[in-house]
């Protein structure tokens, strides 16, 4: 009975997996999206409160100047948002992007993304994120786990299933590896690709995504094994990057035909 309950669960997910992500994946979305726009402004918003921001007009300006030539060349919902770019003054190595038109970079990024092109690796896979519903669709995950665990926990007592408290704790740690940590791990590669070809279009070589993982794995150093991680591993990052480099290669050569490219600046 308690199998039955899990595979009624997964087969409730696969039936309401009725949209498709930018790369063509199918995905579970639940939720309202400007519902997400209002909790990722208000998101920001309280991180901008807490956390210092830079006042160097340089390095403000730069970082805008990479943003903008990327949301250029966004889809038309994307492209038509009043986007708000923040650079927060931090030694954290880290960018991201929030639903509702919210980018923010902080400065010890910068360290490591040492060309404009680096740069724009980074926000554009940032950008990817948003444009791929991730955040809706980890929520809408995350729904359906706690739904399965609810069930097998109802069954397992039900049943009188022997060690019940033992049981719960193996499944929630299937749940975590076998599920929420691939399905991460499929999202930052999903946003890489997408990165990638934001990049290419904009008039950033793509081939300095490849060096900029190479400089973040030896900021990084040693990392633990993939599975238990939310993120790939910086070689299987570059590999997949690689596969995807002769398209991102066609787009930048077709963007550097149409005439100049974003001039921006590090100070």
Same mark, same amino acid.
Request: hydrophobic letters at 45%.
């Given at each position: 009975?308690?199998? *039955?309950?899990?595979?009624?669960?997964?087969?409730?997910?696969?039936?309401?997996a009725c949209a498709q992500s930018p790369?063509?994946?199918?995905?579970?979305?639940? =939720?309202?999206?400007?519902?997400?726009?209002?909790?990722? @402004?208000?998101?920001?918003?309280?991180? *901008?409160?807490? !956390?210092?921001? $830079?006042?160097?007009?340089?390095?403000?300006?730069?970082?805008?100047?990479?943003?903008?030539?990327?949301?250029?060349?966004?889809?038309? +919902?994307?492209?038509?948002?009043?986007? !708000?770019?923040?650079? =927060?003054?931090?030694?954290?190595?880290?960018?991201? #992007?929030?639903?509702? /038109?919210?980018? /923010?970079?902080?400065?010890?990024?910068?360290?490591?993304?040492? $060309?404009? #092109?680096?740069? #724009?690796?980074?926000?554009?896979?940032?950008?990817?994120?948003?444009?791929?519903?991730?955040?809706? +669709?980890?929520? &809408?995950?995350?729904?359906?786990?706690?739904?399965?665990? #609810?069930?097998?926990?109802?069954?397992? *007592?039900?049943?009188?299933?022997?060690?019940?408290?033992?049981?719960?704790?193996?499944?929630?740690?299937?749940?975590?590896?076998?599920? @929420?940590?691939?399905? &991460?791990?499929?999202h930052e590669t999903e946003a890489d690709?997408?990165?990638? !070809?934001?990049?290419? *279009?904009?008039? =950033?070589?793509? !081939?300095? @995504?490849?060096?900029?993982?190479?400089?973040?794995?030896?900021?990084?150093?040693? &990392?633990?094994?993939? =599975?238990?991680? &939310?993120?790939?591993?910086?070689?299987?990052?570059?590999?997949?990057?690689?596969?995807?480099?002769?398209?991102?290669?066609t787009l930048f050569t077709n963007r550097?035909?149409?005439?100049?490219?974003?001039?921006?600046?590090?100070?």
């Amino acid at each position: 009975m308690l199998k *039955k309950l899990l595979v009624t669960a997964v087969c409730s997910v696969l039936i309401a997996a009725c949209a498709q992500s930018p790369t063509g994946r199918r995905q579970v979305m639940l =939720f309202d999206n400007n519902q997400l726009n209002t909790m990722g @402004a208000q998101t920001f918003e309280q991180m *901008k409160t807490e !956390e210092k921001i $830079t006042t160097n007009a340089a390095t403000n300006r730069y970082v805008q100047c990479v943003a903008n030539a990327l949301l250029a060349v966004t889809p038309d +919902e994307y492209r038509k948002q009043n986007w !708000e770019v923040v650079v =927060f003054d931090s030694e954290q190595v880290n960018a991201f #992007a929030l639903p509702g /038109g919210k980018i /923010g970079v902080y400065t010890g990024l910068l360290n490591v993304a040492k $060309t404009p #092109a680096q740069l #724009a690796a980074v926000v554009g896979h940032e950008i990817g994120h948003v444009m791929a519903g991730h955040s809706n +669709e980890r929520l &809408s995950t995350n729904q359906f786990l706690q739904a399965g665990l #609810a069930l097998a926990d109802a069954g397992s *007592k039900a049943y009188g299933v022997q060690y019940q408290q033992q049981l719960m704790a193996a499944l929630g740690l299937g749940a975590q590896v076998g599920v @929420a940590l691939p399905f &991460s791990r499929t999202h930052e590669t999903e946003a890489d690709i997408i990165g990638l !070809e934001l990049m290419a *279009k904009a008039g =950033f070589d793509p !081939e300095d @995504a490849v060096v900029l993982w190479r400089n973040m794995a030896a900021a990084s150093g040693a &990392s633990g094994p993939q =599975f238990l991680s &939310s993120h790939p591993v910086p070689d299987t990052r570059i590999r997949t990057l690689q596969q995807t480099m002769p398209q991102a290669a066609t787009l930048f050569t077709n963007r550097k035909a149409q005439g100049a490219l974003p001039n921006c600046r590090r100070n």
